[in-house]
């Protein structure tokens, strides 16, 4: 046999990064630029003229741009998620009674 020589793919695990958006990002901007191609489809049928459905697009297009990149950049690839979930967490639990707490079951420990 000949000497063969392979390459090895050092991506395996890892997340995918397109133009600095990394992971989720990237599905972010698809959507957005799919919002976008629909808000501006309705105005033109609405009949708004052409250059102020252009004009409103392209504004909505460069803050969504800038917003989701400011996400990637801020909080990275799992962090928007970590942050998300945070928020969800109560800070405090507050209970009335201790019903909860006196049941009267026995357990097993």
């Known amino acids: 046999m000949a000497n ?4 090895i793919n050092k991506g395996i695990n890892k997340s995918i990064v397109f ?4 992971a989720q990002y990237i599905w972010y901007m698809g959507a957005g630029m799919f ?3 629909i808000i501006y489809a309705v105005m033109y049928m609405l009949k708004v003229n052409t250059y102020i459905c252009l004009g ?11 917003g989701i990149y400011h996400l990637s950049a801020t909080y990275g690839e799992h962090g928007l998620t970590k942050a998300l979930a945070k928020r969800s967490v109560p800070m405090v639990l507050k209970s009335i009674s201790r019903k909860a707490f006196k049941s009267g079951r026995k357990t097993d420990t």
């Open 4 to 7: 063969s020589t392979y390459q």
């Open 56 to 66: 409103i697009t392209l504004c909505l297009g460069t803050a969504m741009i800038m």
């Open 19 to 22: 133009k600095g958006l990394r």
């Open 35 to 37: 919002a976008l191609l």
